[in-house]
Nanobody, 114 residues
Framework: QVQLVESGGGLVQAGGSLRLSCVGS????????MAWYRQAPGKERELVAG???????KYADSVEGRFTISREHNKNTVYLQMNNLLPEDTAVYYC????????WGQGTQVTVSS
């Protein structure tokens, strides 16, 4: 069993930056894939960025070039560097990990003011 805990959310002005962290604990087994999802009010949860076992990364079109996902080597720790934030980036951001099964964090709120 893996517990994922996010941190780093908060309130920022448009154009600003935040760095989200997700730390996994409770197991020495390495999660195969890790990713960040987000869910805005009234919208479905969507993939923001993923990093996969082969090192490949994937980004939503809306964040490509602004966000960067990274992972600590051989650890269940993943980061999301978010630059040039926009009001439409406002959402609860969730960490996701997959071994299998899939694990979710509790979420961290990111609010971008215009």
């Amino acid at each position: 069993q893996v517990q994922l805990v996010e941190s780093g959310g908060g309130l920022v002005q448009a154009g600003g930056s935040l760095r989200l962290s997700c730390v996994g604990s409770g197991s020495t087994l390495r999660l195969v894939h890790m990713a960040w999802y987000r869910q805005a009010p009234g919208k479905e949860r969507e993939l923001v960025a993923g990093i996969y076992t082969n090192g490949q990364t994937k980004y939503a079109d809306s964040v490509e070039g602004r966000f960067t996902i990274s992972r600590e080597h051989n650890k269940n720790t993943v980061y999301l560097q978010m630059n040039n934030l926009l009001p439409e980036d406002t959402a609860v951001y969730y960490c996701w990990g997959y071994r299998p099964p899939a694990y979710w964090g509790q979420g961290t709120q990111v609010t971008v003011s215009s």
